[in-house]
């Protein structure tokens, strides 16, 4: 491995991915446009080194090279885990080596020219665990919230715009509270430039709410009733929890896109995230395509976490769906017993009304009040719960997609690695016919050639080997976070529910006395 | 059989029964119901079963019984309807309307409707007296039945002359406010009891599904090995336990609901019909004294007398109708106001009692 601490190879098979990709005419295109935004999206660019931020005390440097140190931590980290050892946690959390400091803009070496892209993820390593570290303690202080949802426009062109306030103390940003207004697509296309950034490296980018054509058209519409004025609640809700979510994650945080959705003002338009556009229709067939790929891929695991893990997450999926319908059932029936309460409530004044006998009137009203006050009740109930609960369910149901997703990036980069070991394979059965053909120019084409390949061989080994060991850190991620997110939800619930007990006794013991007042 | 006291009148004990109907059992086509019922006066307890058709019988006596002045002004204890061929209520949960208390699921809840039926003819002062109920309620096989006759209680025939004379003007006040206020409170009365028994319908669907839910957390609970996995499967299991609280809760609250105001509501929808009908059954004898005054005025001599004699009936027979209705209308309100207000205390008590346990045990259990 002797050659991965030589810049130049690297540079190398940098530069000609750089090429390569330039000529698939992959790479500048703005990650909102073509790309889909699915965890199934096909080959993207490696990152463009513009939109990458590393560190996290300084504004984004605009490119980023690898200096000596940096050097030696990449070596170290693909020298320490090898695809058969199990989770390596330890080693991913150590300490950073003291010589290892935050990369500052001024500790750039000046940039080189070739390689605009660079590895990447061996530089977050180190200063993502130090993220990581700073986002576990206590100076982790990021509050964002979704309100204020207002209609702008009229007819079928009309949106719905949020405004997005972020309360932070963290000093990435050129302020500690500020606010800007976005609408549905700002978030779609937000998520789609992370999902091409970082799903094929292996990182989980949380989803973003799903669209609803009916929902949205009714509120473009102008219905003004209470199923659609639901719907914007709903979506807000999921928009926060989605940016919650997103700036939770330690590399995500510090992307300039987040950082930008954040803060600017003014977004350009992700005009791609339609879902009837030219961009929509590529992404369906794009999708298609990759269904049929990932069929015919066929991987030698030789690691069992992997194959452990996704069974678990299959098994996890299906538990999360059941677990979904049975709460959609009781936050239904819910609303149900509201309206009926209602209903009640109104029949039982009107009893009262019509009664003679004075005292019984009103006993009969005040009982209208209490079912009325427990149908308001009940009502809260509905939401605090069961329909939070609901709502996390089937986040993660969509979350457990991002990481399945994650796991094919992983064989598809596999697969990449596979195909340049064949392709290294015809090269030198190529050259070693040259040999016997005594072509000089040629011999030279295919060595040169051969070395190309050998490089991608390298990187794609490399790549693979780093996927393998960013996906075990976010599914550790993940795990944790499930838990807690659960937990919060399932002590809510027990919360409220123990509240909801004690007003439903007040509002009784208060009704007695105009009971017992009748005869 | 023990016919003794059946052909005299003056041998029977007219004081009050204690009566229960304990039980409902399927047989062959039909239900029986098994009751026991005791004389207040006497050790005797009797215990035998009684088809619904036993009942109607009962009802039936009561209304045709005679040598009873005003009859037809006493308000009558609604029969429960009759209960449809099975006692289980998966059709029923599905239609919207809650036709009658058979339908809620609960055959307990039917024959406590049958007890309160009983309940209401042995504690009324007049009907007690009918010697059919002492045949019901003594003797253990069943009442011979003659074919029920369809007299002026056939709602039919009432139907057609409900329209013509139900709003003929009355010439007493107390009788026309009477009859203006059964209208609005029938109505109310029925869509109040239907609209609780609808509460009650969801809050039992709420109590099933509630446990689906608790079932569906235990699904995937297997693998312990995993940290993540066990953290969640144990919040599973709390949150499981806490639902099945949760349902047991609405079980309680649904029965608790049903047994007081529903029941009460219910029952006294049907009381509002009795009422009603009594109210018909006077209006209708008014326009028959007005008819044969009418008569009387237009008679030719010679029929004159007969006219006479029977306007006399008439005017005889209206008073006494007239005397007992208001008798009977004001037991009925005493007693109408007396079992709501009992029924809202207990609603509130069971409400107020279940609501604390369920508060303390949550408190308690609440850790995850």
């Known amino acids: 491995m002797a050659t991965e601490r030589e810049p130049p190879p690297l540079g190398d098979a940098e530069q000609t991915d750089f090429r390569e990709l330039e000529d698939g005419d992959d790479l500048f295109i703005s990650t909102a446009s073509t790309l889909e935004s699915s965890p199934t999206s096909p080959e993207p660019a490696s990152l463009p080194a ?13 490119e980023i090279s690898l200096d000596d140190d940096l050097e030696d931590l990449f070596a170290e980290a693909t020298e320490e885990v090898s695809l058969d050892s199990p989770e390596r946690e330890p080693i991913l959390s150590d300490e950073p080596s003291p010589a290892v400091t935050p990369v ?45 949802p207002e209609k702008v426009g009229d007819g079928m062109n009309a949106y719905m715009a949020y405004k997005v306030t972020t309360k932070t103390s963290l000093t990435i940003f050129n302020e500690n509270e500020f606010s800007v207004k976005r609408r549905f697509s700002d978030f779609l296309g937000l998520h789609s430039k992370l999902a091409t950034k ?14 609803s054509i009916v ?15 639901e719907f914007v609640e709903k979506r807000r809700a999921a928009l926060e929890r989605y940016l919650e979510r997103t700036v939770k994650h330690p590399t995500l945080l510090h992307d300039p896109d987040v950082m930008q959705f954040l803060e600017s003002s003014e977004l350009p338009r992700a005009v791609s995230t339609q879902a009837l556009s030219g961009a929509g229709i590529l ?42 319908t049975s709460v959609e059932s009781l936050v239904c029936h819910r609303k149900e017993l509201s309206v009926n309460t209602a209903a009640f409530a ?36 509905a939401y605090a719960d069961f329909y939070l609960f609901a709502e996390l369910l089937s986040d993660y149901v969509r979350l457990l997609t991002a990481v399945k997703g994650v796991f094919d990036q992983r064989m598809k980069t596999w697969q990449k690695w596979q195909d340049a070991q064949a392709m ?39 790549d693979f080997e780093q996927i393998s060991k960013t996906i075990r850190k976010e599914v550790g991620r993940f795990e944790k976070e499930r838990v807690r997110d659960f937990k919060a939800v399932i002590i809510k619930y027990l919360e409220s529910l123990v509240q909801t007990q004690q007003q439903l006794i007040k509002y009784w013991e208060a009704f007695l006395p105009e009971a017992k007042a009748i005869a | 059989m023990m016919d003794a006291g059946i052909e005299d009148n003056s041998n029977h004990d007219f004081s009050g029964y204690d009566v229960r109907v304990t039980d409902a059992a399927q047989n062959g086509d039909t239900f029986v119901y098994v009751i026991k019922s005791q004389q207040i006066s006497s050790d005797m307890e009797y215990r035998f079963e009684r088809e619904f058709e036993d009942f109607e019988w009962l009802h039936h006596c009561l209304l045709t019984q005679e040598g009873v002045t005003g009859l037809h002004g006493i308000i009558f204890p609604p029969l429960p309807a009759k209960p449809g061929t099975s006692l289980s209520n998966s059709e029923a949960k599905t239609k919207k309307k809650i036709e009658s208390l058979a339908m809620v699921d609960d055959w307990q809840m039917y024959c406590r409707a049958l007890e309160e039926y009983l309940h209401l003819v042995t504690a009324h002062p007049v ?54 206020s059964n209208l609005t409170l029938t109505a109310f009365t029925k869509a109040a009891a239907e609209k609780f028994l609808e509460i009650v319908l969801t809050e039992q669907k709420i109590a099933i599904a509630c446990g689906h839910f608790s079932t569906a957390l235990h699904l995937g609970i297997g693998q312990d090995d995993d940290p993540a996995d066990y953290a969640f499967a144990k919040m599973c299991l709390k949150l499981s336990e806490v639902l099945d609280t949760v349902k047991k809760n609405f079980e309680k609250v649904a029965e608790n609901d049903l047994n007081t105001l529903g029941f009460n509501l219910e029952l006294h929808s049907r009381f509002q019909d009795a009422e009603k009908e009594m109210l018909f059954r006077r209006t209708c004898k008014l326009v028959d004294v007005e008819t044969a005054n009418k008569n009387l005025g237009q008679a030719k001599p010679h029929k004159k007398a007969a006219m006479e004699d029977i306007k006399k009936a008439a005017d005889k027979e209206f008073d006494e109708i007239s005397g007992m209705a208001k008798v009977e209308i004001q037991r009925y309100h005493r007693e109408r106001v007396r079992a709501f207000q009992k029924a809202l205390i207990e609603l509130e008590l069971a409400a107020t009692c279940f609501c604390c346990s369920s508060t303390g045990w949550l408190s308690l259990n609440s850790h995850v």
């Open chain 1, 50 to 62: 513009e939109d990458i931020c590393a560190n996290s005390n300084g504004p984004q440097p605009a």
């Open chain 1, 346 to 381: 109104k029949s039982a004044a009107m009893l009262g009304n019509s009664e003679d006998h004075t005292a019984l009137s009103r006993a009969l009203s005040q009982l209208a009040e209490v079912e009325e006050k427990i149908d308001q009740l009940h009502q809260e109930q």
């Open chain 1, 215 to 229: 929902g949205m058209t009714k509120v473009k519409v102008g219905k003004e009733d209470s199923s659609s004025t």
């Open chain 1, 424 to 462: 290294l394979q015809k090269k030198r059965e190529a050259e070693s016919k040259l040999q016997f053909a005594n072509k000089p120019d040629k011999l030279q084409q295919a060595k040169d050639e051969i070395r190309e390949w050998e490089g991608k061989v390298q990187q794609g080994e490399r």
């Open chain 2, 127 to 180: 009907l007690v007296k009918n010697p059919a109920v002492h045949s019901f309620l003594k003797h253990r096989e069943p009442p011979i039945k003659t074919k029920v006759k369809k007299g002026i209680f056939n709602k039919l025939t009432q139907a057609v002359e409900e329209l013509r004379k139900e709003h003929h003007k009355d010439i007493d006040d107390f009788f026309q406010n009477e009859r203006d």
């Open chain 1, 198 to 211: 970082y799903m094929h490296i292996g990182y989980i980018v949380p989803p973003a709410p799903e669209k």
């Open chain 1, 104 to 148: 500052t803009p001024t500790a750039l070496v000046t940039p080189r020219v070739e390689p605009k892209t660079i590895f990447v993820p061996a530089m977050f390593e180190r200063s993502k665990e130090e993220l990581e570290e700073e986002a576990n303690g206590d100076s982790f202080d990021m509050e964002i919230v979704v309100s204020d």
């Open chain 1, 283 to 324: 992404r369906m067939v794009n999708k298609a395509a990759e269904a049929v790929n990932k069929m015919t891929i066929k991987m030698n695991e030789s690691d069992a976490w992997f194959e452990e893990k996704q069974q678990q997450f299959e098994n996890l999926d299906q538990q999360l769906r059941k677990l979904h």
